[in-house]
């Protein structure tokens, strides 16, 4: 039998889902309570999933956020929004553009600088 077959009770989380709630200054029905349980599970094993996983790319030389600029040839310059790893480059950054908010262009690590 699993847990989902038996009362939200019994369930071994309930006891932490409990403390969790206990400042709560809504209204608590059985209903409610049973309902709202099932939503904290999913989105605790959804966190707890996510924080196990390995996190995304952060290299070394920049970080989210941070203002660059293309080195040389043609003028890029604006924000890092992602970082890509792949076989020919192992470390590269995504740039949102400061005057063309939305455009985004991937480079590896030398070809941007941090802007001052």
Known sequence: MSY???P?????????FLSFM???PHRKTPEIMQTAFW???ANKEMKDWFDARPQPCQFEKFKHGDRVKK???SQWQGEVVGFYSTTLTP????VESETHKGS?????VNALELVK
Request: glycine share 6%; hydrophobic share 35%; proline share 7%.
């Open 4 to 6: 989902q077959e038996l």
């Open 8 to 16: 939200v009770q019994m369930h071994p989380k309930y006891q932490e």
């Open 22 to 24: 206990v400042d709560c």
């Open 39 to 41: 939503v904290w599970l």
């Open 71 to 73: 080195k040389s040839g």
């Open 91 to 94: 470390e590269g950054y995504a």
């Open 104 to 108: 985004v262009q991937i480079y590896p």
